[in-house]
């Protein structure tokens, strides 16, 4: 679990880097990034989802333990989502948002929650 910890501490690290990367196009109408848009709610289920189901088939289908499997499933997710933003920001007419990067930690983190409260109630 400290392990998959670290991963999310990294991952938030690299966002200021990844996010010097953009397009600018100082005539592009960027929409508005709101904290509770839609586009926050489809960050969180995504990762929220991504923790759970990849921790399922990494435990269940190729053998690891729980413990090895954690950071597998939360580093997976976090990249996922930083490759996304960086992706973003290369599209005309679109930006790299650390709004959607904090929606999707906090997807990573309840996955992570849901993981580690079941622990040990077989």
């Known amino acids: ?11 938030l690290l690299m966002v200021p880097f990844a996010a010097g990367q953009g397009v600018e196009d100082s005539t592009a109408t960027t929409p508005e990034d709101s904290w509770f848009g839609y586009d926050k709610v489809q ?5 929220f989802l991504w923790v759970l189901s990849s921790q399922y088939v990494v435990v269940n289908k190729f053998g ?4 090895e499997a954690v950071p597998i ?18 599209q005309k007419n679109n930006r ?19 993981i580690t409260g079941f622990e040990g109630r077989h």
Do not use: N, P
């Open 64 to 67: 690891l333990d729980e413990d």
């Open 96 to 114: 790299f948002s650390s709004r959607d990067l904090i929606a999707d930690c906090v997807g990573l983190l309840c996955g992570l929650a849901v």
């Open 73 to 90: 499933s939360v580093g997976s997710g976090a990249a996922l989502g930083l490759i996304k933003e960086v992706r973003d920001c290369r």
């Open 43 to 47: 960050h969180f289920t995504f990762c």
């Open 1 to 11: 679990m400290l392990r998959s910890f670290l991963l999310l501490s990294v991952f």
